[in-house]
Every structure is written in C-alpha cells, then in structure tokens.
C-alpha cells in the first residue's frame, strides 16, 4: 500500500471529533436508536449525465435504498433525475419530514462539485451548466436546498451521505471551482459524510465494479452496525479505514457529527450481559480460524439460502496482459492494441446454463424479455428470423440443463446477477471487457488459446468440425479448458458483458474496470463467438454489439465475482 498522508488523516480525525470534546463524563446521556424515532430517507443516484456519465450511482442508490429498507425506513428511491425532477423529488423529502418529524436521511450519488465553498449537486441534464451562474441556476445547493431544509423540519438525527465528489462533471473551466467538496459545518442533531476528504474526488468504482468505493463500505457498515448495535460514529470510522485501505491512501472518506447523544443503528438492548456467577471461571472468546487462503487455479462455489450451490468458480490470477489484435488479423475496433492491468477475481467455470437459469427464474418467478414481448430471433432456414414461441425454454433445438442458456437479453443477465449476489451475500457481475479477454487469453496472445488455427473439434463454431457446428449448443464444458481452467472460451455461445460498447480502444482504459467514459449506452458489448458464427468471430480479441434487450438463440452469459468479500 503507498504510503499514506498522517497529517491529513489527524487532521480529518480532529475536525471529526471537535463537538464531543466538551462532553461531559458527569452526565449520563441514554442513546437512542433508529427504532426510537419515525425514519425518513430519500435515495438519489444520477448516472446517465449528459457530459460525463458515471457507471456506479444506480447500482449504489439501488443497493442503498434496499439496505435502508431492511432497517425500517421508509425509502423514496429515484434515478436519473433531470433538474425538474431533481427539485421536486427534493421538495416533497423535505415536506414529509416537516409533517412527521424523527431521522431524515439523504443520500446521493453522481456529480458533485464546489464553487465559493458552496456545495452543489448535479441534474442529468448538466450539458448547459458551463460556469458559476449556470451552477447556482440549475445545480442544488447542499446548504440551502437541502440541509437547510431538513433542519427546518425539526428532525431529532439529520444525516446528509454524499458520495458525490466525482471529477469532471461538466464542460465549462471555472477559477473559483475547487476539486471535490467543500467543508461543512453541521448544526446541532446532524452527521454529513462524504465519499472523500474536502477538496478531493472519489473512485466512481470499487475493486468489484459493482458500486462505488465508499459506497461498497458504507453497505457494508450498515448491516454490520444495525446486526452489532454499533455507534453511528464508530460506523463511519470503520467505512473510512476500509475505503483508506482499498485505494492506498487515495481517498479518505470525510464525516463531521454534532449530535446531542449516542445513536445507534440497532436497537439498543435494555438488559445488561449477566456477570459470571461467583467461582464461575471466566469464558475466553476464541478467535475465529483464519479463512483458507485462495490461490489461482482454486475452484469454489458459494451456498444460496436455500442451502444449494453457485455456478462453479475459478479464481483467476493477477497479472498484465496485452489487449486488442495482437495478430492484426481482426478488425479497427480491435485497435489499437494496448497494456492492461488486472486484479485477482473469480470467474464462472462454465457458461451459465439451462438449470442454473431455471433455478433462478423459478426462485423468483422471473419472466425473461423474450417471454414478456415478442419472443426471440433463432437461425432457421439459413437466416435469422424473430419467433414469437421462442425463448429460453424454446431455443428451437433441443437442450438440457448442462448446456448454456440461450435467448437471454442482458438485462435479464443483470437480473439473474443480481439475485445471485443476494443470494449467496457475495458481488456478482457481468465480466468486464478486460477481464473477458484477459480470462479467455490465459497468458497466451494467440487468436485462440491453442494457436492461430481453430483446428477441428476444438471448439464449437460453424467451421470447427464438432457435431454441433452449425447446428446448436453443446453441453458446457465439452472441449478442453484454457490454462485458466475456462471452458467454451471459443464459440458456444456469445457472452454479455458489463460494459457499454466503444467503436475501438482510442483512449481505453489501462485496468479492468468496466470503460464507461464516452460509451454508448445504447448498445453492450458481447465476445466469445458462438455456434452459428464462423470461427474469425470467436478469436479472443473479436467484439461484436448488441442492445441491453437484445436476444437470439446464439447469445448467454457467463459471471464472474469480487474475491475481496470471499471468506
């Protein structure tokens, strides 16, 4: 871990603390809970900005408002709001608090910024906000528009969680902006924290991709303070030294609390622990055994809550690799080849198939798109034809539970991650670009793992010779593993992946983060090849497009998950 700034972090610790140094030890004051109080809380994520698109504020406001739920608020979620829908949705928070007044939680995520020491949070709709006029006209003010007025309601607890100082949110150049947020001062009965100190700006991403980096750690902290009775304070130190650690000193998460008494998340138990009785020999508390390392090549697979099993996992190694049309056989949007940087994750051993899917469809009662609308497309007679009939359980060929799902869209890709992520407790996505082609190359920078000639029956594509070509699915792992432990790497199936498609790599990123900065939204992206595409479409280095709704009998899906939650 680079080596991190003291100074700074005394700092932010004393201005933290400054309002309970006059705390007086003669006085006992009885905490109180959230169950003590009614609870408010009005959830935002803005992601789909017109300059500057963020990947993450939807997942976090979602994942947000979800937890906030469990613990007894009542949640008004909202995403992506323009500045109409911004101010009203604000407006009404405020009222309801000012109608029942107990804790008011406000929390958002997407672009903020500063300007004169004001704080301002950012509409989708920011393309017209280019100087400090524009900001003040269409931006919402943190002091006056929102803090302000949850203090009005007269609320016991304010809490104000900005993970907001994102850089870049719009197209003008101001001398008077500073980067990140500027400090505040709370009133009396108020906590405001930020995803990073005063005049810094945070990751938009964590390790895992799923949420932002603060974000990932104040989920976490919330369920452990609701299950531990934690004090809220406590609560943000804890989310600070875990953000602190993850991104090496580079983001220091920033809160500041005046509160008249200690607050807890959880109920706060009436009834002392009872002592030991008198020659009772005291119990020691024995440390949890440490968690069996994980090293590569390891294969796992978690437990869901009705006591079954995940898709199979391999743990993927850490490592460098070079990314594109190594053997300039391929296409402009292959190009230009450049270096990536990847962390250690888990990768799905398989493609997901047709049992794994029904598990989750009949857990949920889930109905895909193709079965919602007007079915899917299917290669029949020699060309792609839409079916109404067709579906995941009616690709038009025959399958069984071992072979990969097909008709799928990747929305209900994402759907089918996110029930799994909530099942087992872990984070489940989509792979990134980078780590596809980073799993599927296995060290190798071939066109295919093997060589640069698809040979016969080493994959299942239109001219590779198995009894499938050209004809249907195979049973997953029918062909031989890459050195990563892969299956169906080539051909198969088309795989969906997190990110949204770029017409090449000008400018891509050099780690493996999902690429989101001027990506087109319309469209995802999709590598591997399949069964009825010809064997140049399932190199490694091959991508191809489609729409989040998109869905034919060619197209399923692989997972992949965070190790850094894995225990």
Known sequence: MREIKVREIKMLENQSSKITRSFDNSKIIKPFSVSDVPQHALVIGNANYEYA????????????????????????????????????????????????????????????????????????DNKKIEDKHDLEAYAFNVNLQIFNRMEEARNHLNFIILDACRNNPFRGAMRSHQQGLASVNPVMGSIIAFATAPGKTAADKSQCGHNG?????????????????????????????????ESGGDQIPWYTASLMKPFHFGKIQSKPEPKPQENEPVRKIQPEPKPKESKPGDIFRDTLKDGSKSPEMVIIPAGKFRMGDIQGTGGDREKPVHEVSVKSFAMGRYLVTVGEFKQFVQAIDYKTEAEKGDG???????????????????????????????????????????????????????PTEAQWEYAARAGTETDYWWGNEIGKNKANCRNSGSQWSGKQTSPVGSFEANPFGIYDTVGNVWGWIADSWHEDYTNAPNDDKIWAEGADKSYRVLRGGSWSDYSYNSRVADRYRGNPDDRDNSGGFRVVRCLAART
């Open 53 to 124: 698109a963020l990947t993450n504020p939807v997942n976090d406001a979602t994942d947000v408002a979800q937890r906030l739920e469990k613990m007894g608020f009542n949640v008004d979620k909202a995403l992506n709001l323009n500045q109409v829908a911004m101010g009203k949705t604000i407006r009404a928070f405020t009222t309801r608090l000012s109608q029942e007044p107990g804790l008011g939680l406000f929390y958002f995520a997407g672009h903020g910024f500063q300007v004169d020491g004001e704080n301002y949070l950012l509409p989708i």
């Open 213 to 245: 980096l603060f974000t990932k750690y104040l989920l976490e902290g919330l369920e452990y303070a609701e299950k531990h009775n934690q004090r809220v304070e406590d609560m943000f130190m804890q989310v600070r030294n875990s953000v602190l650690e």
């Open 376 to 430: 899917a497309y299917v290669w029949k007679d020699s060309e792609w034809k839409k079916i109404k009939d067709a579906n995941w359980r009616n690709p038009y060929f025959p399958q069984k539970d071992n072979q990969p799902v097909v008709c799928v869209s990747w929305n209900d890709a994402m759907a089918y991650v996110k029930w799994l992520s909530e099942q087992t407790g872990q984070q489940y996505s989509l």
